[in-house]
Nanobody
């Protein structure tokens, strides 16, 4: 089972940008689709988007046009580029591949 580690979270002002990374422990990552989720306090985990092994993407309406998912299979890493961040984007962000989940990285959007 692949292990996933997210990084890149932090505090950002409204309107700012962050790029999250999700590093996988094995090259099996390269042949599987992966997805990003987030969970805000008191809310259910929310699907943000996904990317196939060959780079096709799909996004939730709540982030479409602001968030971009990409992957570098040579580095066994996926990315979540987040632009025009809003306070309501504050959450713990997780990457997922099949049954594997990362530990999450906190993103806080606040002035």
């Amino acid at each position: 089972q692949v292990q996933l580690v997210e990084s890149g979270g932090g505090l950002v002002q409204p309107g700012g940008s962050l790029r999250l990374s999700c590093a996988a422990s094995t090259s099996i990552f390269r042949i599987l689709p992966m997805a990003w989720y987030r969970q805000a306090p008191g809310k259910q985990r929310e699907f943000l988007g996904s990317i196939t092994n060959d780079g096709r993407t799909d996004y939730a309406d709540s982030v479409k046009g602001r968030f971009t998912i990409s992957r570098d299979n040579a580095k066994n890493t996926a990315y979540l580029q987040m632009n025009s961040l809003k306070p309501e984007d504050t959450a713990v962000y997780y990457c997922n591949q099949v049954k594997s989940w990362g530990q999450g990285t906190q993103v806080t959007v606040s002035s």
